[in-house]
């Protein structure tokens, strides 16, 4: 099992900038992709940005240039920064872990297993 703890949610104005964590812990060793997602309310559950064991990164169209995915050491913590934020960008983020390759993981194949509480993130315009 692993377990996913969210941190860094809140308000912020429109153009503002956030960062979100992540801490995992218990059989991380397992994961290969950990990802960020997000939902709004009425709206379907979105994946924001993935990152893999060897580095490489995924981001959805809609945060390409604004958003970054990082992490400090190996898996563990995860971060988004999140720039020029918009209205648009306001919902819940949920840090989630998969254990297939990128590719399956991105394309929903492999589904994400393990996931966060969700922290909220606010923009106002």
């Known amino acids: 099992q692993v377990q996913l703890v969210e941190s860094g949610g809140g308000l912020v104005q429109a153009g503002g900038s956030l960062r979100l964590s992540c801490t995992a812990s218990?059989?991380?060793?397992?994961?290969?992709?950990m990802g960020w997602y997000r939902q709004a309310p009425g709206k379907e559950r979105e994946l924001v940005a993935a990152i893999s064991s060897f580095g490489g990164t995924y981001y959805a169209d809609s945060v390409k240039g604004r958003f970054t995915i990082s992490r400090d050491n190996a898996k563990n913590p995860l971060y988004l920064q999140m720039n020029s934020l918009k209205a648009e960008d306001t919902a819940m983020y949920y840090c989630?872990?998969?254990?297939?390759?990128?590719?399956?993981?991105?394309?929903?194949?492999?589904?994400?297993?393990?996931w966060g509480q969700g922290t909220q993130v606010t923009v106002s315009s």
């Open positions: 218990g059989s991380i060793f397992s994961i290969n992709v």
């Open positions: 989630a872990a998969c254990r297939g390759v990128q590719a399956m993981c991105v394309r929903g194949i492999y589904e994400f297993d393990y």
